[in-house]
């Protein structure tokens, strides 16, 4: 109730400063009916924990959220309690595709290179998943257990190195905006976990050795690496 004793004036002020905003549209359609009758969320991490930004109800599998955008910021689509994507909040219309389990981002700058990103991780990912299959494969075939080794050992070998070349060049090619930043966080959570302390690897010491001064003074990323050193 509070919010209707505004004096005229502020809420004219108010409305001047949120037309001269930049604003996001974030529009989503989808072929599963499922999600019909759900709330979708656009939820950001803060102190560790997610907040939601914006909601709105599923309607014949299309979504639509709207608003002032203070700051560009690398965000989640949630369905319910079901993460659904990443992607980045910025000013233009955001479109996601969500089709029979495969999702597509686009329609902004930022968000056409996070989803080409994500499709060739995705590919490399795949490869890596079916090595595996291809073990069992190969015994069929009547490789030995050395060759089958020796053969996948290298294959994954490679597969690792294609992997950390893409997320390199992908930090190293945004240094000046949100996916640069976001994705080098990634992988310094990532040393985290794999190690258990705050820690980096030769990939990390490599994309900070090539960083501008502005990317290192990032807040979150000047924090670990002044615990890592």
Partial sequence: MNKLCFCVWSVVALLAFVSCAEQYSVVGSSSESLLDGRTAYIKTIDNNAYQTLDSCEVLHGNFHMSGPLDSVRFVTLFMGDDSFI????????????????????????LNDRLFVF???RDSLAMLRAELPKRESEMYLEG???DEIIDLL???QMKLNEALDKLETKFITDNF????????????????????GYVTTTPQIDEIYGQAPESFRQQPAIKEFMDKAQ
């Fill in 118 to 120: 994500f499709t060739s």
């Fill in 176 to 195: 000046d905006n949100v996916l640069g930043v976001t994705w080098f966080l990634e992988l310094c959570n990532r040393a985290y976990n794999m190690f």
């Fill in 86 to 109: 990443p992607f980045v909040l910025e000013q233009g219309d955001v479109r996601i595709d969500i089709q029979n389990s495969q999702i597509r981002i686009g329609g902004t700058p």
């Fill in 153 to 155: 050992s290298t294959e």
């Fill in 143 to 145: 490789y030995s257990q």
